[in-house]
């Protein structure tokens, strides 16, 4: 059973647009949801994290915004660049940790 | 500050074969983490150690995986034996302490593929 499911599976944008990736959850226990970003032969890395008592988070180019009673979470990547193509993990954790799928970004220049 | 570092960065064995992978946490991280990550998946964790006693190995396949923390630092992992669905990237993962807010600092993982 997937605890984080995420959308869309692959992404194309054109630089300077909006890249958004969705997550949605079913455990209400989970309080920590944090965004990784992952290059080709590179482990994950932590990109921005957002706790479920703040709907909005921005940091530089990248925001989450979190929507406890829907129970989603969305990453947009503001002014997308061609050095944003990646893969982005969401995750959510309480006592376990769980990442979603996976969407590989690409940005066309 | 030097990051996790993992051997070996690549490995090929038969099915049935015996591997081991070995990561080295950063410095004073208290908490290790081994995953899975088979391709165009998120990673699965596998097992979390704190120090080195086991704080979670739910999801560790117990029949064929084992892995230790020997002195609370480094780690080793092991398939014994290997099937052709352990084909995967071994990412090992730090952090301070177990809370679930500690940042996880990735190595850059072992691909291991089985024939």
């Known amino acids: 059973q997937q605890q984080v499911k995420q959308s869309p599976q692959s992404l194309i944008v054109q630089k300077g647009g909006i890249s958004i990736i969705n997550c949605a959850y079913e455990n209400t226990a989970f309080d920590y949801f944090p965004w990784y970003q992952q290059f080709p032969g590179k482990g994950p890395a932590l990109l921005i994290a957002?706790?479920?008592?703040?709907s909005e988070k921005k940091e530089g180019r990248f925001t989450i915004s979190f929507n406890k009673s829907a129970k989603q979470f969305s990453l947009h990547i503001m002014d997308s660049q061609p050095g944003d193509s990646a893969t982005y993990f969401c995750?959510?954790?309480?006592?376990?940790?769980?990442f979603g799928t996976g969407t590989s970004l690409t940005v066309i220049p | 500050e030097a990051g996790v570092a993992q051997s070996p960065r690549y490995k090929i064995i038969e099915k049935r074969q015996s591997v081991a992978f070995w990561c080295n946490p950063i410095s004073g991280h208290a908490t290790l983490y081994w995953y899975q990550q088979i391709l165009g998946q998120g990673p699965k964790l596998l097992i979390q150690?704190?120090?080195?006693?086991?704080?979670?190995d739910s999801q560790l396949p117990k029949d064929r995986f084992s892995a230790e923390r020997l002195k609370g630092v480094d780690s080793t992992l092991k398939i014994q034996p290997a099937k052709l669905e352990d084909s995967a990237v071994y990412l090992c993962?730090?952090?301070?302490?177990?809370?679930?807010?500690?940042?996880?600092?990735f190595g850059p993982g072992t691909r291991l593929l089985v024939l």
């Open positions: 993962a730090s952090s301070r302490g177990t809370p679930s807010r500690e940042t996880q600092y």
């Open positions: 150690f704190q120090n080195n006693g086991v704080v979670d």
């Open positions: 957002i706790r479920p008592d703040v």
């Open positions: 995750a959510a954790t309480g006592n376990q940790f769980y």
